[in-house]
């Protein structure tokens, strides 16, 4: 089956959002119930601390970047024309 073609089914398109997020709920399921082992760092025994992580570093990285491309990017609707 061709990529595009699971693209543009509606259905197929929602059944796998659906797939992914369950896969997500095991996974941090997974998280608190398998025992950590010779942890090196005190995050590290932290159930979930990774993925927190990772979205808090996901939305800075996104408001940082709207804000410099408003910052330098963006330009006033008549700035050609001065």
């Known amino acids: 089956m061709r990529l595009e073609k699971i ?7 929602q059944t796998l959002k659906w797939v992914l997020y369950a896969a997500m ?13 010779h942890v090196e760092f005190f995050w590290d025994e932290v159930p979930g601390f990774s993925a927190a992580f990772g979205f ?3 939305v800075v990285v996104v408001v940082v970047a709207k804000a410099l ?10 700035y050609y024309e001065k």
Do not use: M, S, T
């Not at 693209?7 to 398109?13: A, H």
């Open 56 to 58: 808090a570093a996901f």
């Open 69 to 78: 491309g408003r910052l330098f990017l963006q330009k006033d609707e008549d």
């Open 7 to 13: 693209f543009d089914n509606p259905q197929r398109l």
């Open 25 to 37: 709920a095991v996974f941090i399921v997974l998280d608190f119930v398998i025992p950590r082992h």
